[in-house]
Structure formats: structure tokens, C-alpha cells
């Protein structure tokens, strides 16, 4: 006996024939007019099905056509959902036919893209090129694909760290550096996180007001900024965001890039789904200073509709980049010629050494609509986002509790009981549990809001009107007990 390859490659054949038609199947049904009985957006899981998930390693072998009744079983009726056109919880993307079968393709190559010499390293830096493209970053600019926008805006951290504090802060740590820097009060969590990863700690990171649109307030940044320097601290970083969380605000970032050319401070953006509307004509102005950036972290996974994982980072200064990662070590020397050249490898540029073929599911995706596509695509949502601000306003029952300038909704029952928060917050629980639709919650202004965020290309305006809806319905039920 050889290795792990089948004795008859004839049944894995065919295995992965019914597999890819059962696939496509499902995906060819994740549209609108789907009858939301049969085709839940979300179902609980019951227990017996997660116990029997909860078994010992296996021992011995298993007929693959048996595990992939058990994927068919167990796994896919109790996905999350987010390849329906209902689901409009979080920001998660809705994938595509060709990102899953470019998924597979990239997995039957089993690339390894750390680094040496190889065709796929190539197609992961024309990624790259075009994603500093869609931006209007320099095509000299450096990045690297990751597993999503925590990791990128991370590794624009760690390059603005040193990239002021210079070489000995990598081994030497921050220490007493008194390095501060800024992000509006509405920046992703992810943002903290990354200081207290790279040994800032999460104080080090001034939360700057918002103003009543939700942008970073500039004044507030000049007056802290100010206030840090007149204390001996260092300013290193603002880090900007192109479409916020919970309500998809801008912040300015042509007067942000600015500020930071004027004050010498690293200008990085935070664009994890807005940077996609640099593909829309017609919503890239919002964006005016995006090509400024330092860095930019964005997400293929999320409006781009790559199938997860598939985050970006791009930095304007390819060395920086690397200053902020390479090592040498004598068991990955570069050479000129060989497996071993093309320097410099990915894993100077970022945490991991042992990297997926991440970079082929984007380039098909990509090449498959063009960019114009996904532009129209993007435009798309926020058109269905504008859809269901309308009909939330012409509800009684209903308000809108932040501008929509993008494709993030967020809104209330604003009547109907004296709780209101927890009278919406057990609504969006009944909407899950009815299959119907998943929208997600949040707060805005202190109070509970229901928010629908539009970022599956599969979502018509019916969808909205289906869910407000199913709601509606859902409210007069537990008026009605
Ligand atoms: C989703 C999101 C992130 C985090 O991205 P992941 O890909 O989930 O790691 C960061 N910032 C913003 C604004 C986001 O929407």
C-alpha cells in the first residue's frame, strides 16, 4: 500500500461528478422566488444532529460517499445562510459559481503560497495589481491576500508601527515608545484588536467622535491629535473608514489624507466592503482620498462575492511592507535561479509562511464578470438598500434611525410596546426562526436597531419588501398574544 491516493480513482470520479451537480443544484435555487417554506434562509440546528457532529477521532477508514451524505445531512440544510438573497445579516457576501469552482481547482493544485518560484505567486501579485488599481493606489504598491479584513487592517498596524519606530521595535517591542494613534468611534472592533495584538494595547487607540452622518469628526482628530503631541506622545496612525459597520458611513478621507501628509501620520483605511464601490461610477466619488492611502485592508469575501476566506491588504510603500516582515532564516534562503528565487516571497510580507491559492478563486471571480459587473452589482444593493429605506419610512410603525448612503439599513419598531429594544431585538429572533429573512441588529444612538445590510448580489427589491413584511406580520403576532 502507497500513499493516500484511491485504489479506483473511477468511484472518486464519479463521487465528485454527483458532489459538483448537487452543488450547483443549490446554488441555481438560492433566488428570490424560491418559496421561503421550503427553502428557510436559517434553521436552528437540532441537538441530535450537533451531537452526532461530536464523535471521536475516527480510527479507521470511511467511504467517502458515506461522509458526504453525512455533509448533505447534517452540514449544509444548517449553514448560516448567507448564499440566500434574504439573508442581510452582518456583512457577509453571497458567493458565486465560479469562486467555488476555482476553490477546487485551487485545492487540487494544493499550492503553497509562502514563497519559491511558481506560477501561482505570480497570479496573487496581478491580484494585487488590480486591486491597487480599482482604488487608484499605485500599481508599485505591495499587499498580500489573508484570510480577511482583521488580518489586513492588522498588517497595516504592524506596518505603520514600523514604519515610524523603525527596525528595533522588532525585537525590541513598543515598550515606552508612547505611540498613539486614531479611528472614529464607529471603527470595527477588528481596529482595537490590532493595537492590543501588536503590543500598542487597545488605549493607545483614541476613539474619535462621530458626527451626526457617522464620519470621523475632523476637528475632534486635529484637537486630539494635538492634545497627544502637547502630552510627548506620538501620533503613528489614523485609520479611517470607508463604509462603517453599522451604518456604511464614509469618513472623509480626502481631508483625513490631509491632515496625515500635514501632521507626517501613517493614513490607513479601513474599506473591508466599501472599497468595492470604487467599482461604481456613481458611488466612487464617496471614495475621493481612498488612493491616498498608506494602506488599505478590503475583503474579496464580502461585496466582491469571492467565497470565504479572501481579505486584502495593499501598502503604498512596498518596502515598508517588507521592512515590517521579513525575516532570513537559513532554511527559506532565496536564490537567484531555481524553486528557490523570486524573491521577495509573500511571507516577507505578512504573518503566515504556509499560504492557500487564495488568489486564484479572485481572478476568476474577477475575470468572470470584469469589474464593470460588479460595479453594476454593487450599485445594485445599494439600490435595494434605498428600496427598503423607502418603505420603512412609509410605515407607521417603522423609522429609519441612520442616513442609508450605502447599503446598510438600519431602522426600528418605533411603537407597539414600552420596551422598544427588546420588543425589536426578539422580533429579529422570530424573523430568523421563521426561515424568512436574516437581518442582524445593532445600536445606533443608544437605542436597538434592526439592520439590513444589502451585500448579496442575489437580493431584488422583493426580498426587502418580503422581509419588512414577514416583520410586520411577526409584530402583530405578539400583539395579537
Ligand atoms: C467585516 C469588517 C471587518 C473585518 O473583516 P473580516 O473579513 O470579517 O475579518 C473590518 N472592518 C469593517 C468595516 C468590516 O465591515
Redesign the pocket.
Known sequence: MAGLDPEDWGSLRALGHRMLDDMIDRLATQSSDADPADNPVWQPMPASERQALRRPLPRGPSDPAELYEQFQQRIVPYALGNTHPRFMG??HGGGTGIGMLAEMLAAGLNANLGGRDHAPIELERTVIRWAAEMVGMPDTSSGLLV???????MIAVLTARRAWAGPTVRSGGVGSLGLVGYAGSS?????PRAFDMAGLGTEALRAVPVDPNHRMSLPALEAAIARDRAAGLHPFIVVA?A???DTGAIDDLDAIATLCARERIWFHV?????ALAALSPTLRQHLAGIERADSL?F?F??WAQVPY?A?CVVVRDAGAQADAFAQTLAYLGREDRGAAGNAPWPCDLGPDLSRGFRALKVWMTLGTYGADRMGEMVDQCCAVARHLAARIEAEPDLELLAPVGLNIVCFRFCRGADDLDQFNAELVKDLHESGIAVPSTTTIGGVRAIRAAIVNHRTQNHDADIMIDGLLALAALRHSR
Request: hydrophobic share 35%; aromatic share 6%; proline share 0%.
Open positions: 452582518w456583512v484570510t480577511g479584513s482583521s488580518m489586513a487592517n471603527a470595527h472592533g477588528c481596529i473608514t463604509g462603517s459597520v479601513d474599506g473591508a466592503f466599501g485592508a475583503d469575501h464580502k476566506d481579505g
